[in-house]
């Protein structure tokens, strides 16, 4: 998705870029994210991802950011998907069984950029829920909050189609007090209206840019999760975290962040994320009928609508 301050609003997905400037040396120390965390070695993006427990700490080969150590935190689930149970098809969509059952769902996000959309044969194409940009906050010094144009359109289109429903907050919080604002926005456009799927918090640096988000730091980042979800939560909604491995291992303090979902963004092959996470967003470059262009699509591990 794009990122533009003006005119239209910002709402892309291209976190992946976020930590794309961190200099991975011999020897550098992280005191966030999942405790004390060491990066020692760079790596090729080629070389699989494994990862090492031995007592309180786990060693991880990541294939992006490299060799990791960190400290466990206790309580929080570990990541049991296996390459082994992802089935890709002949379009590159793919799914995940356990036991010999498929258990994902095929999702794609929306918003403005992809314009006007046929449900009807996205659903007949195969997918079973959208996750739709309800709005957001624009990334300039002043942060004003915006709603997607589209969203009140494809929110009915989606439900008439038969499509599971679930939204996304583009958030430029800067403090626990900009979440809260952020999330009660969302909650007054929604207006009491049903989900599926969760309310995304979509919290992402503006790497191409200046941005008020970019002297976040993680504790604060986790204050902002933790306020947008519990208030979102609070409402009678369900709610998830927006993320990928690098700001999910950098960023967020787990001792607090253990007990929510995560939708993870990861491009690559299959998602290696050591910890838990809900819902994969597995390609920005996709193609599904009843979008022109390309589209972000994703799996969910977790049937929200359940």
Same mark, same amino acid.
């Given at each position: 998705?794009? +990122?533009?301050?003006? &005119? $239209?609003?910002?709402?892309?997905? %291209? !976190?992946?870029?976020?930590?794309?400037?961190?200099?991975?040396?011999? $020897?550098?120390?992280?005191?966030?994210?999942?405790?004390?965390?060491?990066?020692?070695?760079?790596?090729?993006?080629?070389?699989?991802?494994? @990862? #090492? $427990?031995?007592?309180?700490?786990?060693? !991880?080969? =990541?294939?992006?950011?490299?060799?990791?150590?960190? *400290? #466990?935190?206790?309580?929080?689930?570990?990541? /049991?998907?296996?390459?082994?149970?992802?089935?890709? =098809?002949?379009?590159?969509? &793919?799914?995940?069984?356990?036991?010999?059952?498929?258990?994902? +769902?095929?999702?794609?996000?929306?918003?403005?950029?992809?314009?006007?959309?046929?449900?009807?044969?996205?659903?007949?194409?195969?997918?079973?829920?959208?996750?739709?940009?309800?709005?957001? %906050?624009?990334?300039?010094?002043?942060?004003?909050?915006?709603?997607?144009?589209?969203?009140?359109?494809?929110?009915? *289109?989606?439900? $008439? @189609?038969?499509?599971?429903?679930?939204?996304?907050?583009?958030?430029?919080?800067?403090?626990?007090?900009?979440?809260?604002?952020?999330?009660?926005?969302?909650?007054? *456009?929604?207006?009491?209206?049903?989900?599926?799927?969760?309310?995304?918090?979509?919290?992402?640096? !503006?790497?191409?840019?200046?941005? %008020? /988000?970019?002297?976040?730091?993680?504790?604060?980042?986790?204050?902002?999760?933790?306020?947008?979800?519990? #208030?979102?939560?609070? @409402?009678?909604?369900?709610?998830?975290?927006?993320?990928? /491995?690098?700001?999910?291992? !950098?960023?967020?303090?787990?001792?607090?962040? *253990?007990?929510?979902?995560?939708?993870?963004?990861?491009? %690559?092959?299959?998602?290696?994320?050591?910890?838990?996470?809900?819902?994969?967003?597995?390609?920005?470059?996709?193609?599904?009928?009843?979008?022109?262009?390309?589209?972000?699509?994703?799996?969910?591990?977790?049937?929200?609508?359940?």
């Amino acid at each position: 998705m794009k +990122h533009s301050q003006t &005119p $239209a609003p910002s709402g892309g997905k %291209r !976190i992946g870029v976020i930590i794309a400037v961190i200099v991975l040396s011999a $020897a550098l120390i992280i005191g966030v994210g999942y405790g004390a965390m060491r990066i020692l070695n760079p790596k090729s993006a080629d070389d699989p991802t494994s @990862a #090492t $427990a031995a007592g309180e700490v786990v060693t !991880i080969n =990541d294939s992006v950011m490299g060799d990791i150590e960190l *400290k #466990t935190v206790k309580g929080a689930e570990v990541n /049991t998907y296996t390459a082994d149970n992802l089935v890709t =098809d002949e379009n590159g969509v &793919p799914s995940y069984y356990e036991n010999g059952k498929k258990i994902s +769902h095929l999702g794609v996000d929306l918003s403005e950029f992809q314009g006007d959309v046929d449900f009807a044969a996205m659903k007949e194409a195969g997918v079973e829920f959208v996750m739709l940009r309800i709005g957001g %906050r624009y990334y300039g010094d002043d942060g004003v909050l915006y709603t997607d144009n589209k969203f009140d359109t494809n929110y009915e *289109k989606a439900k $008439a @189609a038969g499509l599971k429903v679930g939204a996304y907050f583009f958030s430029q919080a800067i403090s626990a007090e900009d979440a809260k604002q952020e999330a009660n926005y969302a909650l007054e *456009k929604l207006n009491k209206r049903q989900l599926d799927y969760p309310i995304a918090l979509d919290w992402e640096n !503006i790497a191409e840019e200046e941005a %008020r /988000t970019d002297k976040v730091m993680g504790d604060q980042l986790t204050d902002i999760a933790e306020t947008f979800c519990d #208030t979102i939560e609070a @409402a009678g909604y369900k709610s998830i975290v927006y993320s990928n /491995t690098q700001q999910m291992f !950098i960023m967020y303090d787990f001792e607090t962040m *253990k007990d929510y979902d995560f939708w993870l963004a990861d491009y %690559r092959e299959f998602p290696t994320m050591y910890y838990k996470f809900d819902m994969w967003q597995y390609t920005m470059t996709g193609s599904i009928a009843g979008v022109e262009g390309t589209v972000d699509m994703n799996i969910s591990f977790t049937d929200f609508a359940d």
